[in-house]
């Protein structure tokens, strides 16, 4: 028997797409929609974010028609003709939901279409073309390293090794060209004053 999904924190009910819009776009669905309210994302973004709150209000139709034919047939009630007709009723009304639910996924999974294309051509190809050190240098920068950079050229530098850094995330200015400084401006490298 399977088990029931359980709807996640914030009250939305989970779909079986989710994992998939998530793997695709690298971001959680929760975070999907509220960049969506803040008008951050593209046009595919955008749309696949607006089919997938359809699926999900289709998923909770789902489960709320589920929970009432459960509810129904539980012996809670008076088994009478009235309690046929509510079960009958309650059978279309979920044959319908799952319809709906059904046709929401297919509008998803078109929509995917175009943000998964666009994250073959842009996704790997962005991080292929950085270096692992450029990489390191971001991420020493993202966690609140400081940038210090130089005014030699990189042949002049290359005659003598960099000085060890006071700390590992500091191992990547030792390369770089300056941009902007604060105080007095360094002494220019020469290939005799590294």
Known sequence: MPTTRVPDQTGRALTALDHRI???????????????????????????????RSLVQAETSVTFYRVLLHRLSSGEFLIDEALFARIDRTVGQLKDAVAARG??????????????????????????????PDIAALLAIAQGAKLHEHTCSPSDCRSSPPPEPASPTA???AWTRPVSWSGTPPIPCTPGNP
């Open 171 to 173: 191992s990547f200015s």
């Open 22 to 52: 998530e793997s695709v776009t690298g971001h959680s669905v929760d975070q999907l929609w509220e960049h969506r309210d803040r008008g951050l994302l593209d046009a595919p973004r955008a749309r696949l974010v607006d089919v997938h």
């Open 103 to 132: 046709e929401c996924e297919r509008e998803v999974l078109a929509a995917l279409e175009p943000v998964k294309a666009a994250a073959r051509t842009h996704g790997p190809a962005a991080t292929q073309e950085m270096t692992a």
